[in-house]
């Protein structure tokens, strides 16, 4: 017969198996959901295995310089490489994620990063704690699916990647965006793509948080220009060009 102390032993064990794992994080949202397969065996099997009755999945936000975009971490890789910008539910075909972030009443555009998800709000009015616990359940029960984040046919496009038509001086401007200047604007939920430089003007497309943020033409004028122009002096200025679509929606 079991001894009291051998019990005590048992039922401190069984106690710490079902304890649940326990995450942190700044500005962070805990998102549980519990395993529901309660089924117990009767023999033991063959092989020891650990059981987890339950599991975290933590999503956290951070503030970026236009208060209508937030940043949102899921604490896992987003996209492999580069980053997507969808301004409209119409473009979002290619993105499973993209097309379920839409369907929440309030969301005026969708930015996938590396390792973050940057939704921009159509309507200033709108306090970001109705819309959060959306975005919140909609990121979580599609990282549950499997589903790839883009199609394989829609991956990024490598904007800065160098090409045998660039010469020195285009091949510094792409090596400094990739380097220095995006991965700053990335941490804002932002990015900027190249797109091209001509009579000593670099035209840079901003997207994510920087397209709609009040603070974009100093980040553009005071941030980027500057830093371009203290390495590369055949830079005299950047603008900031915007695709049709944008200006109609901005207009």
Sequence with gaps: MATYR?????????????RPLVGSGYHSAGIHWTSHNTGVTRRWPKTPFWVVPARTMFIQTQDTPNPNSLKFLPGRTVLESGTMDFAA????????????LFRIDGVKSVFLGPDFITITKSDGNIEWKIIKPDVFAAIMDFFTTGLPVVNEESAPSADTAPSDDDDEVVAMIKELLDTRIRPTVQEDGGDVLYRGFEDGIVKLKLQGSCTSCPSSIVTLKSGIQNMLQFYVPEVESVEQVKDDEEEIAQA
């Design 6 to 18: 051998q019990v005590g032993r048992l039922l401190g064990i069984s106690t710490r198996l079902s």
């Design 89 to 100: 539910p119409r473009d979002a075909f290619c993105s499973p994620l993209a097309r379920q």
